[in-house]
């Protein structure tokens, strides 16, 4: 029922920019965390940035490999998250993942629900 997309993958150079963009659809009650991460071949899959909704704002935590250059965001109305990369290096070439912890009612446990990946690649 509910569908996770995330989108704005592509090739860059090194010094580079992307945004990623992630949005949910379907019956969703609340969205406890948004999050981005990625996996490069032959590692495990790390988180790279998320937030974590609260009552007032939001937590919000970062890899340390990508402090100071990735900002994620959010826009609650619209059940989307996106990942602003900036100074992209060869390092982060990954799939990148969104995942949003959710829950389709009040009385429903949350669930992740995962996108299906956008590429991202940094190369010259």
């Known amino acids: 029922q509910v569908q996770v997309v995330d989108s704005g993958g592509g090739l860059v150079q090194p010094g580079g920019s992307l945004r990623l963009s992630c949005a949910a659809s379907g019956k969703i009650f609340e969205i406890n965390e948004m999050a981005w991460y990625r996996q490069a071949p032959g590692k495990e899959r790390a988180l790279v940035a998320s937030?974590?909704?609260?009552?007032?704002?939001?937590?919000?935590t970062y890899a340390d490999s990508v402090k100071g250059r990735f900002t994620i965001s959010s826009d609650n109305a619209k059940h989307t998250t996106y990942l602003q990369m900036n100074s992209l290096k060869p390092d982060d070439t990954a799939m990148y993942y969104c995942?949003?912890?959710?829950?389709?009612?009040?009385?429903?446990?949350?669930?992740?629900?995962w996108g299906q990946g956008t590429q991202v690649t940094v190369s010259s």
């Open positions: 937030i974590l909704n609260g009552l007032n704002g939001a937590k919000i």
């Open positions: 995942k949003m912890d959710l829950k389709v009612e009040n009385w429903a446990p949350f669930y992740d629900h």
